[in-house]
């Protein structure tokens, strides 16, 4: 998995928990990224971040937040969890825009 | 392919047979092209990529070719193998000026190898 751990790698948790995602690389790539996976949909963007401190939005990203504050972590929190975030959640890495993105092993969260 | 509901596509192929796996992009200014392998219950593994200044470009046992008029891409799997059964499915990066192209990926195609 190209240097990426996700912790946890399963979790269940309660509608209206805070819940945190935990990203690791050891690549040293600048670019990290958050994604979900849920049947009938492709990977969908979360949220991303080009630098330390530097996130942006993807395509699903309401009721979601990040934090990047060293290189080898960026971090997913999901401040209240509802059941439509039950999902499988994948972290990515990259060295840039237009390059390649190496995934890590996911997190299955579920939300009851 | 590229699936439409719950159930991928999938493609049969006896093992040793070459396969081939299809995907329709969406953005005519997509540029950048990748091909990943999931496996049951773990993440996407990059297999290929390619960029939109080539047709083709070859890999080990895989090849990847982009049609940019009909903006068509395959991966072609020569002498299939048991371990190549998985979900495959393509990526692209579109260019939109001024702000980060993400990676936009397909819903992907099952592949199942018979023995």
């Not at chain 1, 998995?1 to 935990?22: F, M, N, W």
């Not at chain 2, 329709?24 to 999931?38: G, H, L, M, R, V």
Request: with cysteine; hydrophobic share 30%; net charge neutral.
């Amino acid at each position: 998995d190209a240097g990426i751990t996700q912790s946890p790698r399963h979790k269940v948790t309660e509608t209206g928990t805070p819940v945190t995602l935990r990203c690791h690389q050891t690549e040293n790539h600048r670019y990290m990224y958050w994604y979900r996976q849920d049947p009938g949909h492709g990977l969908r963007l979360i949220h991303y971040s080009y630098g330390v401190k530097d996130t942006d939005k993807g395509e699903v990203s309401d009721g979601y937040s990040v934090s990047r504050s060293k290189t080898e972590d960026f971090l997913l929190t999901l401040e209240s969890a509802t059941s439509s975030q039950t999902s499988v959640y994948f972290c990515a890495i990259g060295s840039g825009v237009r390059e390649t993105q190496y995934f890590g092993p996911g997190t299955r969260l579920l939300v009851l | 392919g590229e699936s439409v509901g719950l159930h991928l596509p999938t493609l049969s192929v006896q093992e040793g047979d070459n396969s081939i796996i299809n995907c329709a992009y969406s953005n005519s200014a997509s540029d950048y092209f990748i091909w990943y392998k999931q496996e049951s219950g773990k993440g996407p593994q990059f297999i290929i990529d390619i960029r939109s200044n080539m047709d083709k470009r070859q890999g080990q046992r895989v090849t990847v070719l982009l049609n940019k008029t009909v903006k068509h891409l395959s991966l072609q799997i020569a002498a299939t193998q048991p371990g190549d059964s998985a979900v495959y499915f393509c990526a692209e990066n579109m260019n939109y000026g001024g702000s980060q192209g993400n990676l936009i990926f397909g819903k992907g195609t099952k592949l199942s190898v018979k023995p």
